[in-house]
């Protein structure tokens, strides 16, 4: 089969799709296994490397997907994620290490004997096609009878919210629809694994949020195995049963969304999946460490050695805010980890404020904190004498290892 990236890969084999798996179970490491009642992953990555001459873009990557699960591969441009989608859809190499789709090892398999469906980018609509006759255009090669082409291209219409649009041409379309017609003819000859190649990213923000609700849906519905890769770190949030996070080659990271957010294992991820503060430390007990003049006690063990160097983190939305000085009671102020601070910015954001403040002390850190309106509405932000009172709560506190 000849590959260009102008126009759409589809190709098929008989699947049987299982359920998918609850998304809120518990992930163990990256390289094991979710759990013991899965049964076998669909889809198992063993080993991969790819370098592209001395540039290494994968290193020693496994990961396991499982029948009807929804993976996304998050990380920055440049860290290996597509070069992982291209490989797993044989347009791609590796240069070494094993690809494994329904227990039959694809590692060396063209791509027209892989079973996969992909979206692209840029669609890759063949213009002068109609939206049915994208949408066929697989099924017309594979040569099946014409009365069920047109009952599946009916069906996938109706799938994809495309009613009365048949018979338009691509620049007849939206953005919005376009895509739809393109995951149309990727479903179309019902494959075991759907690929999406950053498929929202040229569409404008509202309907970026309701396509990927709705790819969202469609995946759960049909119970297709789909690996997607993204950039956007809410859509990975709101789209994925488990997210991969990929740095320079390599995973650094694999979790639900809830835990990839909250319990991030490393600065990159916790600075790379929405908004960190980070404070540089010093370890002063097991349960406590220093920024500055500032002592701040932890609701997890440190387990770095005392006085060694260490980052502090926590999210913006995890700060309480007590209040202004002057205008609370002492008790208040009496709590562990209270800090004050000085307005230098705001940022409004509709339903609050991102507030960044230089905490008073000799470090004279500045740390990011979130507002709701509510409590926002009544800062008198203009006063050159405000000063805010806040708490860093202590089991909400991040430690990581200063590298």
């Excluded at 047109?150 to 994809?160: T, Y």
């Amino acid at each position: 089969m000849t590959y260009s990236s102008e126009f759409p890969v589809t190709t098929s084999q008989s699947q049987t799709h299982q359920n998918p798996p609850p998304i809120d179970r518990l992930i163990q490491p990256q390289n094991q296994p979710i759990g013991t009642n899965l049964g076998e992953p669909y889809l198992r990555i063993e080993g991969v490397n790819k370098s592209f001459g001395s540039f290494v873009a994968l290193r020693e990557i496994y990961l396991d997907v499982y029948p009807g699960e929804f993976v996304c591969l998050l990380g920055p441009s440049g860290c290996g994620k597509t070069t992982l989608l291209r490989i797993i859809a044989g347009l791609e190499q590796q240069t070494s290490g094993r690809v494994i789709q329904g227990g039959k090892d694809v590692s060396n398999l063209p791509t027209s004997r892989r079973d996969f469906g992909i979206v692209f980018q840029s669609y890759a609509l063949f213009p002068n096609l109609t939206v049915e006759q994208n949408i066929g255009y697989g099924l017309h090669n594979e040569g099946r009878p014409k009365s069920e082409i047109q009952a599946k291209v009916n069906e996938l219409i109706d799938l994809v919210g495309l009613e009365g649009n048949a018979h338009k041409y691509p620049s007849q379309m939206s953005g919005g629809q376009q895509q739809r017609v393109a995951l149309a003819r990727a479903l179309a000859q019902s494959p075991g694994l759907l690929l999406l190649d950053e498929p929202l990213s040229a569409l404008d923000a509202k309907v970026r949020e309701k396509l990927r609700s709705e790819i969202t849906h469609l995946q759960k519905r049909l119970g297709i195995t789909t690996v997607m890769v993204t950039h956007d770190q809410a859509e990975a949030l709101s789209m994925a049963d488990r997210v991969v996070v990929m740095d320079k080659g390599y995973i650094a990271q694999v979790g639900t969304p809830h835990n990839i957010y909250q319990e991030p294992n490393s600065p990159f991820v916790a600075n790379f999946i929405g908004i960190m503060n980070f404070l540089k430390g010093i370890v002063l007990a097991s349960n406590q460490v220093c920024c500055g003049n500032i002592t701040l006690s932890t609701g997890v063990q440190v387990l770095e050695p005392i006085h060694s160097n260490v980052t502090i983190a926590i999210r913006p939305e995890d700060i309480k805010f007590l209040g202004e000085v002057g205008a609370i009671s002492s008790p208040l102020l009496d709590r562990p980890n209270v800090l004050i601070a000085n307005i230098n910015s705001l940022e409004f954001l509709g339903a609050g404020y991102l507030v960044n403040v230089s905490l008073e002390g000799d470090s004279r850190e500045e740390i990011l904190v979130n507002l709701p309106i509510e409590i926002a509405r009544k800062i008198n932000f203009n006063s050159s004498q405000c000063r805010l009172a806040l708490q860093l709560p202590p089991e909400l506190i991040k430690i990581f290892p200063t590298a």
